[in-house]
């Protein structure tokens, strides 16, 4: 990581009203790689498909494309892939509809973190993302295709 793409919230969670905190996205891959959480992407299947996507997260849309409905399987798929006492990152395009997911992640009984400047981060002054935060703006691991 460089100065110029340094988060200020690195190395601690945030605490958050409704769900366990907020966290960098280079705290989350931490986690992640250590195996202390899963990484579960709640972006629609087209934004992973279109924009990129997190090799070996977990694909758990919190809506749905193109109608953006909360996805009905959700509850379902996120206690699948969360072990019972386990910990998730949630990951989404700019760290809005994962703090809805966190949100519900608690209601149902499981530990769940905001990640941060999602995957691309918010627009610029410009309207163009990746430019100033996010994931992949962190160089951290992602694909596209």
């Known amino acids: 990581m460089t100065a110029s793409n340094a988060s200020p919230s690195s190395s601690a969670a945030?605490?958050?009203e409704g769900y366990a905190g907020d966290v960098s996205p280079q705290l989350a891959w931490e986690w992640v790689q250590g195996g202390r959480a899963v990484l579960v992407d709640v972006r629609t299947d087209a934004e992973?498909?279109?924009?990129g996507f997190v090799p070996g997260a977990v694909a758990i849309p919190w809506k749905t494309y193109p109608g953006m409905a909360?996805?009905?399987?959700f509850d379902d798929a996120l206690r699948a892939a969360v072990p019972e006492g386990g910990q998730a990152v949630l990951l989404c395009r700019s760290g809005v509809r994962s703090v809805a997911a966190a949100r519900r992640a608690t209601e149902?009984?499981?530990?769940?973190?905001?990640?941060?400047?999602?995957?691309?981060?918010?627009?610029?002054?410009?309207g163009h993302r990746n430019?100033?935060?996010?994931?992949?703006?962190?160089?951290?691991?992602?694909?596209?295709?």
């Open 14 to 16: 945030i605490p958050a």
């Open 108 to 126: 149902l009984g499981i530990t769940a973190y905001n990640i941060l400047e999602g995957f691309e981060g918010d627009a610029d002054a410009d």
């Open 70 to 73: 909360v996805n009905p399987g």
């Open 48 to 51: 992973r498909d279109w924009v």
């Open 131 to 145: 430019r100033t935060g996010g994931w992949r703006f962190r160089g951290l691991p992602w694909r596209q295709g």
